[in-house]
């Protein structure tokens, strides 16, 4: 059962209905809140802490029932417990604040593979995943039966469909109005795809979608508008069925045959890690791992460290990004997925990079102090802040890490840059070339 829902109820009734439940559940309950215990005030003050700091909870109020969502507050680290996985997108049904029904119990959050908390590389970098997909660069889209409007209905994993945010204040419209853009988008491409007619068989079910735009969710595009709705694809991830088991991708494609991601051929996490570790072109891939529980299955993200500045470059021609890259050495791959001009330019800023790293190169350690002290002064002449101290870059520079080095100045030199821009360039050749003459001019001392 839904955890979300397993606390709510639990609290109201011990609320509302002086209901005293045993110690066994009690530690339940504690479990599922991150905090075991057998103390009934320590569960409800944990479960107000929650719920007040760390859990948004957003409804919408018709004849004496509501509607709410539950998400994570993205303003606060994620931590993981039994209660967060499911904190996303979780669609609970209120008569009188009784929590009653829940409407949409959407896939888990994914757990970064190496990086989350629970996903340690060493412990699961042999587990063999029962599926993996690349992962669609989209906006999660949720679709369930909505009991008071007597309809299917899509959700976002953070608002209802008649919710969105206006310079960041939330609007709450009428529950006939279909307000959030994404909603209404999947809700369009639904009616046109006959995908509703296909999910009417199966009410009480959730299904999960992602929309795919017209550029990747990564780069945070504006609000689709309008007609914009041809312009995205619906893409059917899971779908859950009213005991809570958790189907794979390909199950949910057998329930529903519709436009689901493309499959990658199951091999040990670690392999697959390194397989899109570097990979441009995709975001992540996802891993569905068996355990005990079909109601909660492993879901783990493996995650592509380049994809994202590869995605600014493409879209938003960022300069800093295009030499991040430069410095990852793939270089060839990044022109692949771009358009002539900005490979020219990526092209050119390599060149100018390679100079850079000669420069550094050539510094001799007992002059790592006095170059140190050169590139922050010259970086401060083309740049108001300069996040990076001359003891700082001497130490780097000492322990001759010259890729941290060009990274953490090119960083600086280029941030709000734009790679087709003339006036990039030359500040970039003017930085190197006053380098190139405080080389020199070592070089003449010592000579």
């Known amino acids: 059962m839904n955890r979300v829902f397993i606390a709510e109820k639990f609290i109201y009734r011990v609320k509302h209905e002086k209901y005293e439940p045993s110690e066994d559940e009690i530690k339940f309950i504690g479990w599922i809140l991150g905090q075991p215990t057998k103390k009934l005030d320590v569960v409800i003050s944990r479960y107000e802490q929650l719920f ?63 990086k989350s908390p629970g996903v340690p590389q060493d412990e699961y970098c042999d587990r063999l995943p029962v599926e993996v997909t690349r992962r669609v660069d989209g906006w999660q889209v949720t679709a369930y039966f909505n009991p008071v409007m007597n309809r299917w209905i899509f959700a976002t994993r953070y608002v209802l469909h008649n919710m969105y945010f206006e310079r960041g204040r939330l609007v709450i419209e009428s529950i006939d109005s279909i307000a959030n853009p994404y909603v209404y988008v999947a809700d369009r491409i639904a009616q046109e795809e006959n995908v509703y007619k296909s999910l ?43 005991n809570g088991r958790l189907y794979t991708w390909s ?8 436009r689901s991601p493309e499959y990658i051929e199951p091999k040990p996490l670690n392999t697959l890690y390194e397989e899109v570790l570097k990979r441009v072109e995709t975001r992540s891939y996802f891993a569905y791992i068996a355990t005990e529980d079909p109601e909660n299955p492993m879901v783990i ?14 879209y938003l021609y960022d300069a800093k990004s295009a030499a991040l890259l430069i410095t990852e050495n793939i270089t060839d791959k990044l022109i692949e997925i771009i358009d002539d001009n900005a490979a020219k330019a990526v092209i050119k800023m390599k060149n100018y990079i390679d100079e850079f790293s000669s420069i550094l190169s050539s510094i001799d350690i007992h002059d790592a102090h006095s170059f140190a002290w050169k590139i922050v002064k010259v ?11 001359v003891e700082e870059l001497t130490k780097i520079l000492k322990e001759r890490n010259m890729k941290r080095a060009l990274r953490k100045v090119l960083s600086i030199l280029l941030e709000n ?14 930085f190197i070339n006053n380098l190139k003459k405080q080389t020199l001019y070592r070089h003449n001392i010592h000579g």
């Open 301 to 314: 993200e493996l995650e592509s460290e380049v994809y994202p500045e590869a995605m600014y470059v493409k």
């Open 379 to 389: 970086l401060s002449e083309h740049k108001e802040h300069v996040d990076i101290s």
């Open 52 to 114: 007040n700091r760390y859990v948004e909870k957003r409804c919408t109020k018709v004849d004496g029932n509501s509607i709410c969502i539950y998400s994570w507050n993205q303003k606060t680290p994620f931590k993981v417990f039994p209660l967060t996985l499911h904190l996303y997108g979780t669609v609970i049904l209120f008569s009188d604040n009784e929590p009653k029904e829940v409407l949409a119990y959407p896939i888990p959050k994914a757990l970064s593979y190496a």
């Open 200 to 242: 009417d068989r199966f009410r009480g079910w959730t299904f999960t979608f992602v929309l795919e735009g017209p550029e990747p969710a990564i780069t945070k595009p504006p609000y689709p508008l309008g007609e914009d709705y041809r312009r995205y694809k619906l893409y059917i991830l899971m779908a859950r069925d009213p």
């Open 417 to 430: 840059s734009s790679l087709i821009s003339k006036e990039t360039f030359e500040n970039l050749g003017n």
């Open 251 to 258: 199950e949910t494609s057998r329930l529903i045959p519709y």
